[in-house]
């Protein structure tokens, strides 16, 4: 099992474009999220689907939209690019019943000039 | 919302020695989590604890969910190499939902 992948692992982006981050999980969880890192803090919940179809807001959604068509891909996406997005960007997913126990993507490390 | 206030920010120990971090909440969690992220990596989950005062081992790490709700702390006992990493805690009030603190910077000299 390849657990959670992320594509792609780095971009470079000139403010107001706009792009797509792909998750995918094998192994048939049910949730998934979305999180920026910022250099030095924490992990900070942008998105977050309970399952196919579904989607609510984590502590900072503003500036991205995601998509859960099929229950093993979750899609974030930027439809303007801004500086302030610069960020490492991690995908999870995790079991129903054991919400707590996340299993998290490599990261995709996103440059915003 | 809610915050975690994580300490402390880094350290620089001897390998063999004992480390213990903690964080602290303004509000009370379900579930506590602490992780731990190599460079360029995810976070993998170490310990989760999910009962007020229960106290969890994983080979050398221990770990505690305060009485209060309002924290938890990390023990790692005979530091070796392997252990150098940003260690993270995380606080959970519902299922999935997780509240990261800003993360420990682990050093460790041979």
């Known amino acids: 099992n390849a657990g959670v992948t992320q594509t792609p692992k780095f971009r470079v982006l000139k403010t107001g474009q706009s792009m797509t981050l792909l998750c995918a999980q094998d192994m048939n969880h049910e949730y998934m999220y979305w999180y920026r890192q910022d250099p030095g803090m924490g992990l900070r919940l942008i998105h977050y689907s309970v399952g196919e179809g579904t989607t609510a807001k984590g502590e900072v959604p503003d500036g991205y939209n995601v998509s859960r068509l099929k229950k093993q891909n979750f899609l974030l996406g930027l439809e303007s690019a801004a500086p302030s997005q610069t960020s490492v960007y991690f995908c999870a997913s995790s079991y129903l019943d054991k919400g707590y126990e996340q299993f998290f993507g490599p990261g995709t490390r996103l440059t915003v000039l | 919302g809610q915050q975690l206030n994580q300490s402390p920010q880094s350290m620089f120990i001897q390998e063999g020695e004992d480390v213990s971090m903690n964080c602290t909440s303004s509000s009370i969690f379900n579930t506590w989590l602490w992780y731990k992220q190599d460079p360029g990596e995810g976070p993998v989950l170490l310990i989760a604890?999910?009962?007020?005062?229960e106290l969890t081992s994983n080979g050398r790490l221990t770990a505690q969910f305060g009485i209060t709700r309002k924290d938890s702390f990390l023990n790692i006992s005979a530091s070796i190499p392997s252990d150098v990493g940003i260690y993270f805690c995380?606080?959970?009030?519902?299922?999935?939902?997780?509240?990261f603190g800003d993360g420990t910077t682990l050093t460790v000299k041979p």
């Open positions: 604890l999910y009962k007020a005062g």
């Open positions: 995380a606080g959970q009030l519902n299922a999935g939902k997780s509240t």
